[in-house]
């Protein structure tokens, strides 16, 4: 769970406003800001003073780890900026300054903004299982609390018992295989054509959706713009260690998981998390200028 003070969110949007700033958001670009983090409650900007507003709006959804998961990756986000990643990084560098008492911060893996703790010496991020997970899935694959939110959030749990108890290459391998999973039930639920019909692999044979890997999820799901092209390429580096579940192929790779290893890995999963939502929960993901 994400605790963070009132007064590092009355912070937060200050950043998000940027009154008299290069990135300056009028009340109406803030509502839209929410929108496309997808803010609970479909926040409707009022005529009023837009810092107070927007202060309001976030103390008000505290408690939604999920949903300021999303807010304080999207503000360095550099789908945000006309000026991509050289525009975020020093938007990212104020808001770590902001998270620094709440043992925060906002990395960018594969070109993609991840929130983690920071460790004890509060000079390196930690990475594990994405906050809320089991409501996140529910939101996403439509099933609410049935067996297959069960089953996936079985595979996550599992992969961080193997995370905290040295089992490192088991804690890769589901991670993996809960990718799989929750993109699986995602593309079912949300793409008829694909659930009738399966998906058409890189060599033109088509393949029954029941019997799609990661590898052709994680294209369908870029193709449909579901998730961003650096999630995706993040992600195909979890899907080769994920084959590490044969030994052989671990041994060609000539790589001993660690700590490190695992902690990488959950770092896109909350990326592709974010990518998700915003896609297909969200809408108007427009840029801000200068």
């Known amino acids: 769970m994400l605790v963070v003070d009132p007064l590092t969110l009355e912070r ?23 929108h496309r983090v997808r803010w609970p409650g479909d926040p409707q900007y009022d005529g009023s003073p837009r810092l107070p507003w927007l202060t309001e709006m976030l103390v008000a959804r505290a408690d939604d780890s999920a949903a300021l998961d999303r807010l304080l990756c999207r503000i360095c986000d550099p789908l945000e900026y006309d000026g991509g990643l050289e525009s975020a990084e020093p938007v990212a560098e104020e808001l770590n300054r902001i998270l ?3 043992r925060l911060t906002v990395t960018y893996v594969g070109g993609r903004p991840v ?15 994405p906050p809320d997970l089991r409501q996140r899935i529910g939101r996403l694959t439509g099933h609410g609390d049935d067996n297959t939110v069960g089953i996936l959030m079985a595979r996550a749990d599992e992969a961080s ?9 088991l804690a890769i391998i589901g991670i993996g295989s809960f990718v799989e999973g929750l993109l699986h039930s995602i593309v079912v639920r949300h793409d008829t054509g694909a659930r009738a019909r399966g998906l058409v692999d890189r060599r033109g044979r088509r393949i029954p959706i029941d019997r799609v ?6 294209d369908h799901a870029h193709q449909r713009r579901w998730i961003q092209t650096d999630a995706k390429d993040f992600m195909e580096k979890v899907r080769d260690y994920r084959n590490f579940v044969h030994p052989r192929h671990q041994a060609q790779y000539g790589l001993v998981p660690d700590l490190d290893t695992v902690r990488m ?17 969200a809408d108007d993901p427009g840029p801000v200028s200068p």
Not at 12 to 33: K, M, N, S
Not at 161 to 169: E, H, L, T, V
Not at 274 to 279: G, P, R, Y
């Open 161 to 169: 018992i193997c995370q905290s108890n040295g089992a490192f290459a």
């Open 115 to 129: 929130l983690g703790q920071l460790d004890q010496a509060g000079d390196a991020p930690l990475y594990g299982q």
């Open 213 to 218: 890997g990661l590898h052709l999820l994680l």
């Open 265 to 281: 890995c959950w770092a896109p999963v909350h990326a592709l998390l974010n990518d998700l939502e915003s896609a297909l929960l």
């Open 12 to 34: 937060v949007a200050r950043l998000i406003c940027d009154i008299d700033g290069p990135y300056e958001r009028t009340g109406a670009q803030t509502e839209r800001f929410l």
């Open 100 to 102: 620094a008492p709440e």
